[in-house]
């Protein structure tokens, strides 16, 4: 705080910000910031996001959960330079709005990092660096996800048991949809269409589908689970009570 109040002073005294700079070694940006607000801004970097084992109270915990469903299904995290992280979550470009929720609940939960959005082919990837994502992503690890274990921790299972809803919407947005399935029926001579709305989750990973499905049992979903030949598994959300929750609180990609 002395060295801020000391740069203000030369630049009031009559100082330009690049002589300011100069005389201090503080960049002209650092002290043009401090020009609208010498406090240092509150939840800083420097704050760890948990506290006392726990998800810190001024964070929404729902916007938590709903991150950590999308962080399991298309999140990942890479260790730059300082022990800073990049959070990236990658969004298909078919769902502009996904991509903006996306972004929503990163600033809403780590609000004090920088977030950008880095375009490829069919997606966008919303990225936030910080020091603490690890904090609040523990499962992070090298290689795949369903190459290691995924298991969340204590304060996590409790942020999921509060919000069970906004951590199955993450993970449906991610790697989940909601598809009208068509079928036909012939009775005698008559072809009979029929179509009806049902969801499907697909992870290779056995660990976050049991945190799918458990969850959905704790909100009395029915589902049913189907494995590929490829070890990925296939969770379908198909009947009529079950499809109607789901559209009340978690609907279509947007």
Known sequence: MAARRHALDLHRSGLTLSQTARATGIS??????????????????????????????DRPAADYGYLLGLYLGDG???????????????CGDAWPGLIDECERAVRAVLPTSAVLRVPAPGC?????????????????????????????AGWQQSVVSAHPWAFVRGLIHSDGCRTVNRTTR??????????????????ASHDIVRLLTGTFDALGVEWRLRERR???????????????????HVGPKW
């Open 28 to 57: 002209r940006s650092a002290i043009r910031a401090w020009t609208r607000r010498i406090e240092p801004a509150p939840g800083t970097t420097a704050e760890c996001p948990l506290r006392h084992g726990a998800l810190a109270p």
């Open 76 to 90: 990942c995290l890479s260790e730059g330079r300082r022990g800073v992280y990049a959070l990236r979550i990658a």
């Open 124 to 152: 966008t990837s919303v990225v936030s660096t910080g020091k603490h994502w690890p904090c609040l992503f523990p499962q992070h690890g090298p290689g795949p996800k369903h190459l290691r274990p995924i298991r969340l």
């Open 186 to 203: 012939r009775t005698g001579d008559t072809v009979h269409r029929y179509e009806y709305p049902r969801y499907f989750f697909t992870s």
């Open 230 to 248: 490829t070890g990925h598994l296939d969770i379908s959300v198909a009947r009529r009570a079950s499809v109607e929750l789901m559209d009340r």
